[in-house]
């Protein structure tokens, strides 16, 4: 035997030695953003922190975002100014069964902005103006805040306020953009690169009763992806047929 060699054992031991260690597994953050960035604060890993320095938030963010939505609703009532819930809050509001995790969305006429804006910066709400001309963010709590003057490229007009039902939020009255209203602009908004049908259909299912159809088809004829969505609620017995198309 050669003892140069060394036992097959203290051979095995050195070559584990000398072998880099296997990093540990990684597994997916479920605080964190499923497209590829990071979710509100840190991530949503518990104990982080958001933009304000407090606890960051949970994956579902529904009662914050719904606290974020009160607070600013009853600064908009006391400016005086007309306004609605728009986006998922007000399909929240309507009884959708959604959940919430992105923003909270209010129309207000672009003519309003300054008053508003001056109304929420008073209250402590941190105000930030986007690249974007049609709408103004905010903070609040942790959560974003969306103050838009132009639904799917059409302005805020008072007429469009005007149509919008008072219904509770989390039990604080306030402005809710019309079912037709919060469909039309839905469907506008739909493109080649944003095109999610599973998200709306939940909210024509549950709307279905409330929405003028008809005044929805004229309102969005010409828009290929809002077209090719009703004639998906034909075929799946949502719609009667032949109704959500001449």
């Known amino acids: 035997m050669d003892l140069r060699d060394g036992s097959g054992a203290d051979r095995a031991a050195g070559t584990a030695q000398r072998s880099p260690s296997r990093p540990p597994a990684r597994f997916s953050d479920p ?3 499923e497209t590829g960035g990071a979710g ?3 991530g949503g890993v518990p104990g982080g922190t958001d933009d304000g320095g407090g606890p960051a938030l949970p994956s579902d963010h529904t009662q914050a975002i719904l ?3 009160k607070e600013v609703a009853a600064v908009l009532k006391v400016s005086g100014r007309p306004f609605a819930l728009v986006g998922s809050v007000a399909a929240y509001a309507h009884g959708i069964p959604v959940r ?3 923003d909270t969305d209010f129309a207000v006429r672009q003519e309003d902005a300054d008053v508003v804006t001056g109304a929420l910066r008073e209250r402590g709400i941190r105000i930030m103006d986007p690249p974007e001309d049609w709408l103004v963010k ?3 709590g942790g959560e974003q805040i969306d103050l838009i003057f132009s639904l799917a490229g059409r302005p805020v007009t008072s007429e469009l306020l005007d149509r919008a039902q008072t219904l509770p939020v989390d039990s604080v009255h306030m402005p809710v953009l019309a079912p037709s209203d919060l469909m039309t602009a ?3 908004a739909l493109s080649e690169h944003h095109c999610d049908f599973g998200t709306l259909l939940p909210m024509a299912r549950g709307l279905r ?3 003028d159809w008809s005044r929805v088809r004229e309102e969005t004829g010409g828009a290929p992806m809002a077209m090719a969505f009703l004639y998906l609620l034909e075929l799946l017995d949502v ?3 032949g109704e959500a198309h001449p």
């Open 31 to 33: 605080g964190r953003d």
């Open 67 to 69: 606290e974020a939505t």
């Open 40 to 42: 509100h604060g840190s």
């Open 239 to 241: 719609l009667p047929h």
């Open 186 to 188: 839905r469907l506008l």
């Open 209 to 211: 009763e409330r929405v």
């Open 100 to 102: 919430l995790q992105h």
């Open 138 to 140: 905010a903070r609040s």
